[in-house]
């Protein structure tokens, strides 16, 4: 990367933030801001599969682009799904329109586990080219590479699709520890090599999408998760790469997901930022938490409700501003362009 371009990236309100540094304004990105809720994206992704679209860097560099054109977010999130690393080595896997990923032979014994291999670079070479263009096209905007996290992972391996409430995942972690523990071990080699070659290829930041994880309790978390979610961020840490960490409905967790060892922790609608902040305690920036459903409503509340998210992410050491999850696919892309408008605006410093 030549030097310039890497002041800016660094010198950037987005990376400012997740380092808990002074910001010219609040930065704003929304997660899931690539994808369905955007006609171009539906256009492009006709007749293409979902994984098909993930392993062609031109498409990806371009859906990855299409929302930071549109709204002027302060980052860009890399396209990819959480399950492009597991299918990279040898899963049988695929990812049903309007279902989600569904794994032809779910995992739930030695053998199965024991075949999870470790991911290598040239396991996703097409994943290094589309950051590197991307790093390019995007001229200074950071781009967070990202990754599912260990728990969300093995709930699509073991019940073999979504699930509501994870019970043979469960199942498994309270009743076979120790296969448990080497299943999330598995999961968290193949994690980190896919982080690290996001973040090696110029990746700016990377997130860590543990989305069902809140269906855990916190001294649970502590024995069956932690462990492997400190060994993800651990593994990091040379790569000098701000690291977020997100879940949904963990209000109850947000303490011992402090001690993780992220650098920002992404908070879902249900929290206030100012309570997250002292639940997750202090050396963290704090991520969102806009409930994405409020941008089905008209904009006065969207407006009112942004404010509101603002004032209280003014308590935390850093905030960047998000969803409290995921882009909901019948939301109007105009809404998020006055939002993104409207955060940068009264957010001057
Ligand atoms: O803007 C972005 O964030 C794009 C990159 C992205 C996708 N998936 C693209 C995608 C990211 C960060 C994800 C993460 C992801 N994937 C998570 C964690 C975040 C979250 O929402 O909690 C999870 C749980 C998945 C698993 C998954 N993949 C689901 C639940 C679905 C939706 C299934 C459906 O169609 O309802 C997918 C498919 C998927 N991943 C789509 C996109 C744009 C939709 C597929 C399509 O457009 O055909």
Same mark, same amino acid.
């Given at each position: 990367m030549n030097p310039q371009l890497a002041d800016s990236l660094?010198? &950037?309100?987005?990376?400012?933030?997740?380092r808990r540094e002074p910001v010219p304004h609040t930065p704003v990105w929304y997660m899931r801001q690539a994808g369905r809720s955007l006609p171009e994206y539906r256009r492009l992704r006709e007749g293409i599969p979902m994984l098909t679209a993930c392993a062609t860097p031109d498409l990806v560099v371009e859906i990855t682009m299409q929302p930071v054109r549109r709204y002027g977010t302060d980052a860009a999130i890399f396209f990819s799904d959480i399950v492009v690393p597991l299918k990279a080595i040898g899963v049988d896997?695929?990812?049903?329109? %309007? $279902?989600?990923?569904? $794994?032809?032979?779910?995992?739930?014994?030695?053998?199965?586990?024991?075949?999870?291999?470790? !991911? #290598?670079?040239?396991d996703v070479p097409y994943v290094t080219e589309a950051v590197q263009a991307l790093v390019k096209e995007l001229d200074g905007t950071p781009l967070i590479g990202f990754a599912g996290g260990p728990f969300t992972l093995a709930s699509y391996l073991i019940e073999g699709g979504p699930s509501k409430n994870h019970d043979r995942t469960k199942a498994m972690m309270y009743g076979e520890p120790d296969l448990w523990h080497e299943l999330m071990e598995r999961l968290t080699a193949i994690t980190l090599g896919f982080l690290r070659v996001q973040a090696t290829a110029g990746a700016s930041a990377v997130q860590l999408?543990? &989305?069902?994880?809140?269906?855990?309790?916190?001294?649970?978390?502590?024995?069956?998760? !932690?462990?492997?979610?400190?060994?993800?961020?651990?593994?990091?840490?040379?790569?000098?790469?701000?690291?977020?960490?997100? %879940?949904? %409905?963990?209000? #109850?967790?947000?303490?011992?997901?402090? #001690?993780?060892?992220?650098? $920002? $922790?992404g908070v879902d609608w249900r929290v206030p930022l100012d309570e997250a902040a002292l639940r997750v305690g202090a050396g963290k920036a704090l991520q969102g938490n806009l409930d994405p459903a409020i941008l089905l409503a008209p904009w006065e509340v969207v407006g009112e409700r942004a404010r509101d998210v603002l004032e209280r992410g003014r308590v935390a050491e850093g905030h960047v501003f998000n969803l409290g999850h995921g882009v909901l696919p019948s939301t109007d892309p105009d809404q998020l362009a006055r939002l993104t408008d409207l955060v940068h605006e009264i957010s001057v410093r």
């Open positions: 660094a010198d &950037s309100a987005f990376l400012r933030a997740c896997l695929d990812i049903k329109p %309007g $279902v989600g990923p569904v $794994v032809g032979s779910p995992i739930r014994d030695h053998a199965a586990v024991a075949a999870l291999r470790p !991911l #290598e670079p040239t999408f543990d &989305s069902w994880v809140g269906a855990v309790a916190p001294a649970d978390y502590r024995t069956y998760v !932690l462990p492997h979610t400190r060994a993800i961020f651990a593994g990091l840490a040379d790569l000098g790469v701000p690291r977020i960490h997100f %879940g949904v %409905g963990t209000g #109850e967790l947000l303490g011992v997901m402090g #001690e993780a060892g992220a650098d $920002v $922790v």
